[in-house]
């Protein structure tokens, strides 16, 4: 009997431990970042096919868009992550469809997948961004991208948004 409540409560413990020690375990560190990309030097492919739906909304679907490395010190796409030297020779490479509403302006991109490159791995995903083109000044845009890492990048999620044309800013997350 005393061997029964001895595993009994033994039993009882572990399964404590196994659902508290999640809670316990290390959160991602969450890193400052921001991106910059010399969009002059991107280049697009045309598109694999354009409509224009009754609603007066232009779409352009298929849209190869790659940004180059550059050459240094003028590097087209650049990592700073806070505390760290930049990480700089990064290319892009991202199939966009974009819808633009001739009535109100509104431009939106969407880059499905958006692949952000460097030496030894990649950050990929999802990239979506707008511009309010009317009135055209100033310039109004509005973005968001959720890039998870590879090779070196292994485990790590970009997440940053749109702070002009050419900059990006947020957070690395790392384990």
Same mark, same amino acid.
Not at 105 to 123: D, K, M, Q, R, S
Not at 125 to 141: E, Q, R, S
Not at 155 to 168: E, P, V
């Given at each position: ?6 595993? +009994? ?21 969450? +890193? ?6 010399? +969009? ?7 598109? +694999? ?127």
């Amino acid at each position: 009997m005393k061997i029964e409540k001895c595993s +009994v409560l033994i039993l009882v413990f572990l399964m404590l431990f196994i659902a508290v020690a999640p809670v316990f375990a290390e959160s991602p560190k969450k +890193v400052p970042v921001s991106l910059y990309v010399n +969009v002059k030097k991107a280049l697009d492919t045309d598109p +694999v096919k354009v409509w224009t739906s009754d609603d007066g909304i232009i779409h352009k679907q298929g849209i190869i868009r790659t940004v180059a490395i550059g050459t240094s010190p003028a590097y087209n796409v650049v990592l700073f992550i806070e505390g760290k030297e930049p990480i700089s020779g990064g290319t892009i490479y991202a199939v966009v469809d974009l819808m633009e509403n001739t009535k109100t302006g509104l431009l939106t991109n969407h880059y499905h997948p958006w692949i952000v490159a460097f030496e030894g791995g990649t950050f990929e995903g999802v990239n979506t961004w707008t511009w309010d083109k009317i009135p055209l000044l100033p310039l109004d845009f509005d973005g968001h991208a959720v890039l998870q890492g590879t090779g070196v990048f292994e485990g790590q999620k970009l997440s940053i948004q749109m702070d002009t044309a050419t900059t990006w800013s947020g957070y690395l997350l790392t384990p």
